[in-house]
């Protein structure tokens, strides 16, 4: 049994007027101690399977499918339960680690924070002696325990979160844009500490985030999502070379190579916007934007489908050359 | 360094910070020093002035005497010092001032919290019940639960707690809808904290300087409003405090008889101490919230 199993998962946004669907049936899974990433543009839903996983999304979003945690459905539980699974099965690293600081509360308490909270027998100095030794695996000094948020820089903080989210010894970490505000240097530090946290723990992962490079370097399997949808699916390095959807390979393209005189002027990216989720065109949502869209593509659903060995793609040209 | 000691050291450069910001506002400086004296001499009464003569069959003086050597602010109808009972008065004052504000404070934050933390249906309903109690005309409704309850100081705290609690509950609320659109919070859901867990570790913390701020306001109304009590009679009239020498200097007839040291130093005493409170409310107001200070 796979540890994550996201069965046919929809988010519909109640708006003041209008239903907007931001997740339109995505399965996806996730074997204990496997990587998965999940790619796309802003607003393509990602975030909202994120958040959907622990039931944090708001009370104006309708969720439907499945999400089976360990076996258990996280939207059927009772609150209580929801509350005990909640970081001690699955832990997120949050985008704004300035933000998910409490600024006018030490760290080190922070971080005991999901320890006290899971077991209320620990004493604040057991949680906090923790805390320390958590600090330390993430490669920050154990006195920085008694620092508050705005002591530390901006990687040293997301360390932080990394260390907070290892905190109740979870079995799956979701790292939603976890590294995006950071510089590149930093990013490869904390990317290479997640992976490194990870695989010594066995602890699986769902990155989310819309750099292609980073879930390369991190990922073993990667979902590329579009409005709503994912549209394809398997082996990171398979998926990121040779794209079997056009969206795809224009994710891929937005990229340059650095030192690559080559990749230089080249066409690069997706030309257009994502459609609103309020006005998606039928059939492909891709196709308003697609080089190689076909009449065929007007019409009805299009599945996602095998294309390859444990490879999915939703296109009805998938694996041909976009000219 | 131990933890603690650093966690405290953090604290007192924070406390030695807010102070410092403090004293450089003159207006909050001459409050603090009018309300110290008036504490220490209500705090010092029996040491100053004889409690005993406060009983009008042991009055050591003649009704009516003018302020002279021997009575400094004269006396009463009854020929009790009005120097004592006004010092005794402050006591009184002061008791129910801070006491009903500690429980209009309590319960406005405890309304106010509940309404942001639980925004939907609960918030609505409390909310609708702040309203109505903002709009109903607090001295009347004040003025009928202490004629429920009977004249007692208790009655008097209730009566003025009871009507104040709504503009409290209010600012709480949207205090805490602010804060809990943070990322922090979130956070805290997301690890498998519960409403209680959110609501004091992370929202009453951001909220408390807030509540204080209002609190330190809230205490000079409260003494307004026990001396218009007092003064209406509602108050226990065994007990002095300044509303009540008031009524009772009403009743003797002391303006017209001309007795001027009978009615204005509790008179001027309510005015100097609600504004020494009100004055030290804005300087607080002003730390908290650094968009009132002025720009220098």
Redesign the interface.
């Given at each position: 049994m796979s540890l994550v199993d996201i069965r046919d998962l929809t988010v519909t946004y109640d708006a003041r007027r209008a239903a907007v669907p931001a997740v339109r049936g995505v399965t996806l899974s996730v074997q204990a101690g496997a990587s998965l990433g999940i790619a796309g543009e802003s607003g393509c839903g990602k975030s909202s399977v994120a958040l959907a996983m622990?039931r944090?999304l708001p009370?104006t979003a309708a969720v439907g499918g499945h999400i089976l945690l360990d076996g258990d459905d996280i939207a059927t539980m009772s609150f209580g339960k929801l509350?005990?699974?909640?970081?001690?099965r699955a832990?997120?690293v949050?985008q704004?680690a300035?933000?998910?600081?409490?600024?006018?509360?030490?760290i080190?308490g922070q971080i005991a924070?999901?320890i006290r909270?899971?077991d209320p027998a620990t004493t604040r100095a057991d949680a906090?002696t923790r805390a320390r030794e958590l600090l330390r695996q993430v490669g920050l000094p154990a006195w920085r325990?008694?620092s508050?948020p705005h002591e530390l820089s901006g990687g040293q903080r997301q360390r932080v979160m990394v260390a907070?989210a290892l905190?109740?010894r979870p079995r799956l970490i979701i790292a939603d844009e976890a590294t995006t505000a950071l510089d590149v240097m930093i990013q490869a530090q904390v990317l290479d500490l997640v992976s490194d946290v990870i695989a010594r723990q066995g602890i699986a992962l769902i990155m989310i985030s819309h750099d292609l490079s980073i879930l390369a370097s991190t990922c073993d399997e990667l979902a590329v999502m579009y409005a709503g949808r994912v549209v394809e699916h398997g082996p990171t390095a398979k998926v990121v070379a040779h794209g079997a959807h056009p969206y795809t390979r224009g994710l891929a393209r937005a990229f340059p190579t650095v030192g690559d005189p080559a990749s230089r002027g080249r066409p690069r990216g997706v030309p257009g916007d994502a459609p609103s989720p309020l006005r998606l065109p039928d059939g492909c949502a891709f196709r308003p934007r697609c080089p190689i869209a076909i009449d065929d593509c007007a019409h009805g659903d299009i599945p996602l489908q095998a294309v390859a060995e444990g490879r999915r793609a939703a296109c009805l040209r998938a694996g041909e050359e976009t000219p | 360094m131990t933890?603690t000691a650093?966690?405290w050291a953090?604290r007192r450069t924070r406390a030695a910070d807010a102070w410092r910001q403090y004293r450089a506002q003159r207006a909050g400086m001459a409050g603090l020093i009018v309300l110290a004296a008036v504490t220490i001499l209500a705090i010092a009464a029996p040491l100053v002035a004889d409690a005993d003569s406060l009983d009008p069959t042991q009055a050591p003086g003649h009704r009516f005497e003018p302020p002279g050597a021997r009575f400094w602010l004269g006396t009463d109808d009854v020929g009790r010092s009005v120097l004592t009972l006004t010092i005794y008065g402050a006591r009184m004052s002061l008791l129910v001032g801070v006491t009903a504000t500690v429980l209009s404070v309590l319960i406005g934050a405890v309304v106010g919290l509940v309404a942001g933390h639980f925004a939907?249906a609960t918030g609505w309903v409390l909310m609708r019940l702040t309203d109505w109690f903002l709009v109903l005309p607090q001295l009347v409704l004040a003025i009928a639960l202490a004629v429920m309850l009977g004249p007692s100081a208790a009655t008097i705290i209730i009566a003025i707690a009871l009507t104040s609690w709504a503009s409290t509950a209010r600012l709480v609320r949207s205090a805490t809808l602010a804060v809990e659109s943070?990322?922090?919070l979130?956070?805290?859901?997301?690890?498998?904290?519960?409403h209680w867990?959110l609501i004091t570790?992370?929202v009453t913390?951001?909220v408390a300087p807030l509540i204080f701020a209002s609190a330190t306001l809230q205490v000079a109304s409260a003494i307004l409003a026990e001396a218009t009590l007092s003064f209406l009679g509602l108050g226990d009239p065994a007990v002095v405090s300044w509303g009540t020498i008031l009524s009772h200097a009403n009743d003797s007839g002391a303006v017209s008889y001309g007795a001027w040291w009978y009615v204005i130093p509790p008179g001027v005493l309510i005015v100097a101490v609600v504004a020494a409170f009100t004055l030290c409310g804005r300087a607080v107001e002003a730390i908290v919230n650094p968009r009132l200070r002025e720009a220098r």
């Amino acid at each position: 049994m796979s540890l994550v199993d996201i069965r046919d998962l929809t988010v519909t946004y109640d708006a003041r007027r209008a239903a907007v669907p931001a997740v339109r049936g995505v399965t996806l899974s996730v074997q204990a101690g496997a990587s998965l990433g999940i790619a796309g543009e802003s607003g393509c839903g990602k975030s909202s399977v994120a958040l959907a996983m622990l039931r944090l999304l708001p009370a104006t979003a309708a969720v439907g499918g499945h999400i089976l945690l360990d076996g258990d459905d996280i939207a059927t539980m009772s609150f209580g339960k929801l509350r005990a699974v909640r970081w001690s099965r699955a832990s997120i690293v949050f985008q704004g680690a300035m933000h998910a600081l409490n600024p006018v509360r030490a760290i080190g308490g922070q971080i005991a924070e999901p320890i006290r909270v899971h077991d209320p027998a620990t004493t604040r100095a057991d949680a906090l002696t923790r805390a320390r030794e958590l600090l330390r695996q993430v490669g920050l000094p154990a006195w920085r325990a008694d620092s508050y948020p705005h002591e530390l820089s901006g990687g040293q903080r997301q360390r932080v979160m990394v260390a907070m989210a290892l905190a109740c010894r979870p079995r799956l970490i979701i790292a939603d844009e976890a590294t995006t505000a950071l510089d590149v240097m930093i990013q490869a530090q904390v990317l290479d500490l997640v992976s490194d946290v990870i695989a010594r723990q066995g602890i699986a992962l769902i990155m989310i985030s819309h750099d292609l490079s980073i879930l390369a370097s991190t990922c073993d399997e990667l979902a590329v999502m579009y409005a709503g949808r994912v549209v394809e699916h398997g082996p990171t390095a398979k998926v990121v070379a040779h794209g079997a959807h056009p969206y795809t390979r224009g994710l891929a393209r937005a990229f340059p190579t650095v030192g690559d005189p080559a990749s230089r002027g080249r066409p690069r990216g997706v030309p257009g916007d994502a459609p609103s989720p309020l006005r998606l065109p039928d059939g492909c949502a891709f196709r308003p934007r697609c080089p190689i869209a076909i009449d065929d593509c007007a019409h009805g659903d299009i599945p996602l489908q095998a294309v390859a060995e444990g490879r999915r793609a939703a296109c009805l040209r998938a694996g041909e050359e976009t000219p | 360094m131990t933890a603690t000691a650093i966690r405290w050291a953090h604290r007192r450069t924070r406390a030695a910070d807010a102070w410092r910001q403090y004293r450089a506002q003159r207006a909050g400086m001459a409050g603090l020093i009018v309300l110290a004296a008036v504490t220490i001499l209500a705090i010092a009464a029996p040491l100053v002035a004889d409690a005993d003569s406060l009983d009008p069959t042991q009055a050591p003086g003649h009704r009516f005497e003018p302020p002279g050597a021997r009575f400094w602010l004269g006396t009463d109808d009854v020929g009790r010092s009005v120097l004592t009972l006004t010092i005794y008065g402050a006591r009184m004052s002061l008791l129910v001032g801070v006491t009903a504000t500690v429980l209009s404070v309590l319960i406005g934050a405890v309304v106010g919290l509940v309404a942001g933390h639980f925004a939907r249906a609960t918030g609505w309903v409390l909310m609708r019940l702040t309203d109505w109690f903002l709009v109903l005309p607090q001295l009347v409704l004040a003025i009928a639960l202490a004629v429920m309850l009977g004249p007692s100081a208790a009655t008097i705290i209730i009566a003025i707690a009871l009507t104040s609690w709504a503009s409290t509950a209010r600012l709480v609320r949207s205090a805490t809808l602010a804060v809990e659109s943070r990322g922090y919070l979130e956070r805290a859901r997301a690890l498998g904290g519960g409403h209680w867990h959110l609501i004091t570790r992370h929202v009453t913390g951001a909220v408390a300087p807030l509540i204080f701020a209002s609190a330190t306001l809230q205490v000079a109304s409260a003494i307004l409003a026990e001396a218009t009590l007092s003064f209406l009679g509602l108050g226990d009239p065994a007990v002095v405090s300044w509303g009540t020498i008031l009524s009772h200097a009403n009743d003797s007839g002391a303006v017209s008889y001309g007795a001027w040291w009978y009615v204005i130093p509790p008179g001027v005493l309510i005015v100097a101490v609600v504004a020494a409170f009100t004055l030290c409310g804005r300087a607080v107001e002003a730390i908290v919230n650094p968009r009132l200070r002025e720009a220098r």
